[in-house]
């Protein structure tokens, strides 16, 4: 792999042995060749865009829809050569290929190259008859296509024929890129990420539902536990009680709490549970005659919370199933053993993001694959994500995206890991609590003293320095002061006492 200093025509693609933090400067100017990092990525990008679409090439564009194709045959130039619409299904569209190829070559051009927008499946269907017939098929932004209408003629009008025009316009000005080609394995993992994320949003959306109908028509049952959804007793409680109240939950009230504590028993190994807390059941027994909620709601809320967490626990096993699943494929792929090397990425949370990124070695760098679509959640948005309840796992971190990236190629453990480090997908929602001590309270005032030891001429840029002196801070010289103490603060003048 060419370095930055050397003088070479190849791109620098992705590393297969690791990369450090400097490997991904992109403004890190070569002294031999005067390019930077990002100059060189972009330059092979576009020399490998330039070879798909040559420029012995026409350019068919297609506005792929349901029942409706428009094809367009243009010149680099986007000079429209010829256009055709048919009302074929996707798979029909082997004709109007053939008939681009016609076309280009009546024109005097080598051969066709086809440009689309990723619409739904049908690109998929595009790109089998493209590749069927030794056509090279490249996809544009819908975005881009929006924009360029704008561009056009300075108006937002949108037609079929003008979005056909228009996607061969852009594949002319390599404004297009190379879609993923996966095979069955890739694909089958893309697939059963789909299904995850939307089982995920399924057993989210039930634990919002079941909350809000508890706290209207039963608010002291989610006072039971301290966090009653990750609570796999409460659950077992809150399940025997909907199965028998009918709407009243008084009613079971009228066993003792031994029948209670044996019919949770036999129902906490359906909600993933082995050890009974006695306590949670205690405290789901004694409000089943709390009167607290809206009592009008509380008969039909409590017969819908019964559904709803049937849903829920269906949804839960269904993931478990999917998730296993994806396991199986990161093991036919060989990269479990390297994921679960990756300090805080688990085989089930390296298989989401591998599902969402697809083969990482497609990227020229590791950064390229941590910023692919849904790989990880936005950080502003990631501390309000919350786990939704036993068995569902947590979001993957965008510093662990980014060590997988690097690592996925490679055999060896990632540097400075002594062994395999798997840490579970559930961490705990809350950091647990440092007491304080003596020991902590030491290193806390020497770091305090430390920090107040460096003279003023050290304590950062000049503008910050004259922040602090605008404020009248650090204004007392320092022979005055004495290194390592606060700054005196002038004290106020104090008024004589008057006595009547």
Not at 253 to 274: I, K, N, T, Y
Not at 351 to 362: H, I, N
């Amino acid at each position: 792999m060419s370095r930055v200093g050397e003088e070479s025509e190849d791109g620098l693609l992705m590393s297969l042995t690791g990369s450090s933090p400097n490997d991904i400067e992109e403004d890190v100017v070569s002294k031999g060749s005067g390019l930077s990092r990002g100059d060189k990525r972009r330059n092979a990008k576009l020399a490998e865009l330039r070879r798909l679409v040559a420029g012995d090439h026409a350019i068919l564009g297609i506005d792929l829809a349901d029942e409706k194709q428009v094809g367009v045959v243009c010149d680099h130039d986007s000079r429209v050569l010829a256009r055709q619409t048919v009302r074929v299904k996707a798979w029909n569209l082997g004709s109007v290929l053939e008939w681009a190829a016609r076309i280009a070559h009546r024109h005097g051009f080598a051969g066709v190259t086809v440009g689309c927008e990723p619409t739904g499946h049908r690109w998929m269907v595009l790109n089998q008859l493209a590749t069927q017939r030794d056509m090279t098929l490249v996809c544009v932004n819908p975005m881009l296509v929006g924009r360029a209408r704008e561009a056009e003629d300075y108006t937002r009008d949108k037609s079929d024929d003008k979005d056909a025009m228009l996607i061969a316009r852009l594949v002319g000005e390599l404004h297009c890129y190379v879609p993923e080609r996966a095979d069955e394995t890739w694909a089958r993992l893309r697939q059963l990420g789909a299904r995850r994320e939307r089982l995920i949003t399924e057993a989210t959306a039930c634990v919002h539902q079941l909350r809000d109908l508890l706290e209207c028509a039963w608010p002291g049952v989610l006072a039971a536990a301290a966090k009653p959804f990750e609570s796999a007793n409460w659950c077992a409680a809150l399940a025997v009680v909907l199965d028998r109240c009918n709407g009243h939950p008084e009613r079971v009230a009228r066993g003792d709490l031994a029948r209670f504590e044996a019919a949770v028993r036999r129902e906490l190994p359906r909600w993933g549970g082995s050890r009974r807390r006695r306590n949670i059941i205690a405290a789901v027994f004694v409000v089943l005659v709390d009167p607290t909620g809206v009592m009008a709601q509380r008969p039909g809320a409590l017969e819908r919370a019964r559904w709803v967490l049937a849903d829920w626990r269906s949804a839960t096993t269904r993931l478990a199933e999917v998730e296993s699943r994806m396991v199986e494929v990161l093991d036919e792929l060989e990269l479990t053993e390297l994921v679960t090397s990756i300090p805080g990425v688990s085989a089930v949370g390296a298989a989401a993001m591998l599902a969402e990124t697809g083969d990482p070695t497609r990227f020229d760098s590791p950064p390229r694959a941590g910023q692919t679509r849904r790989a990880v959640p936005a950080r502003q948005c990631q501390r309000h994500l919350q786990r939704p309840g036993p068995g569902l796992p947590a979001w993957p971190t965008p510093a662990a995206a980014g060590r997988l990236a690097r690592g996925v190629g490679r055999a060896a453990t990632q540097p400075g890991d002594g062994r395999p480090l798997p840490v579970s997908d559930h961490p705990p929602t809350q950091p647990p609590h440092r007491r304080s001590g003596p020991g902590r309270d030491r290193g806390r005032a020497a770091a305090l003293d430390a920090r107040r030891g460096h003279p003023p001429g050290g304590l950062g840029c000049r503008h910050r320095r004259r922040r602090c002196d605008a404020r009248g801070g650090l204004t007392t010289p320092p022979e005055e002061q004495g290194w390592g103490q606060a700054p005196r603060v002038p004290e106020a003048p104090q008024r004589p006492r008057q006595t009547p």
